[in-house]
């Protein structure tokens, strides 16, 4: 792995650089546990107090900062520190697992597949009748595609990836491991004569381009059309989104939160990790629902919701505030 100068690092984010080290820069660490030759980033001001206590020679920082390098060390100030260091990421991110042959002798490919220029097949992964693949698709082992998918190009679905049939991926997207696409939606109705009567779900899911979704995490088949995540919708690790649900687009769903059936997300929406929003919900472009919150009905655009019957923040804040003096007067 290649080291850099403090100048080529500031070249790539179009940064500015006061103080200055002499060390080359040799890998990105995280401040606390960062090293002489690490490179480091302040993105908020409540960590300005660890740089002092840091042995990062260069840490990227949002222009505002309001503390100094010290001696022997250097900032690279830039207007979006989180951003910019996405790129420092970029040129120290290893080098993804190697394929020996470009489709595994070991893959099953069914002869109506087509399979695009370019693209990667796994040892044991499965394609079934009539999927079509993009090029430059990767497709580690184990993954299963069945009867009449669709992968748009430079798709990576990571080991252990279930499509289920007819369902549709567009193009830079990323599948981690375990997610499956197109499960059965969780329809059942009572019946004097079985208990509960499985309702078959002959719908799909259809992903839009540079779509992520976390490792184990679900999205169920509409029960008769499509359950849709909209372009550039980036889902966390274990989420389960339900039947029918439609997503705009840039919605961001953190850990273990889920969407019942038929719940609809305008653009920009940010579910909170452990959050849960009732079937047939509709919240508004640019909602924010907070970690842990149960949203029981629709919500308007650019809302903010907190606590377990979700309510706007202000008055959740407020709810806290009284329950608080309440316990503190016992």
């Keep these: 792995m290649r080291s850099y100068s403090i100048k080529e690092v500031s070249d790539l984010v179009g940064g500015e650089i006061v103080g200055s080290s002499a060390d080359a820069i040799s890998w990105p660490q995280q401040i606390e546990m960062a090293e002489p030759g690490n490179i480091t980033f302040i993105g908020n001001a409540k960590y300005e107090k660890l740089w002092a206590a840091s042995k990062a020679s260069v840490a990227i920082v949002n222009d505002n900062i309001s503390i100094e390098p010290g001696e022997g060390r250097a900032f690279i100030k830039v207007k979006n520190a989180d951003l910019a260091m996405s790129k420092v990421l970029e040129l120290f991110n290893p080098a993804p697992p190697r394929f020996d042959d470009a489709i595994h002798p070991s893959a099953v490919i069914h002869p109506t597949a087509t399979i695009g220029e370019g693209t990667k097949i796994g040892a ?70 079985r208990g509960l009567a499985k309702i078959p779900q002959i719908g799909n899911v259809v992903l839009g381009n540079a779509v992520e979704i976390g490792a184990n995490s679900c999205v169920d088949r509409g029960k008769f059309s499509s359950t849709i995540l909209g372009d550039g919708c980036k889902i966390d690790n274990l989420v389960q989104i339900g039947h029918n649900s439609v997503l705009g687009k840039f919605c961001i769903m953190a850990g273990n939160s889920g969407l019942a059936g038929s719940v609809t997300l305008g653009d920009g929406v940010i579910i909170g990790g452990s959050a849960s929003i009732k079937d047939h919900s509709t919240l508004g472009s640019g909602v924010i629902i907070g970690a842990g919150s149960g949203v029981t009905g629709d919500v308007p655009a650019g809302k903010t919701m907190l606590g377990y019957p979700a309510v706007e923040a202000r008055t959740a804040l407020k709810q806290w ?10």
């Design 321 to 330: 505030a009284v329950l608080k003096r309440l316990a503190e007067n016992k």
């Design 124 to 193: 044991n992964a499965y394609i079934g009748p009539n999927v079509q693949i993009a090029e430059n698709v990767t497709i580690y082992p184990n993954v299963t595609v069945l009867d009449d998918c669709t992968i748009g190009k430079n798709t990576i679905l990571w080991p252990g990836v279930v499509m289920r049939e007819r369902c549709h991926v567009g193009a830079h997207c990323i599948l981690h491991p375990n997610a499956a696409i197109g499960s059965d939606g969780f329809g059942f109705t009572p019946c004097a004569e």
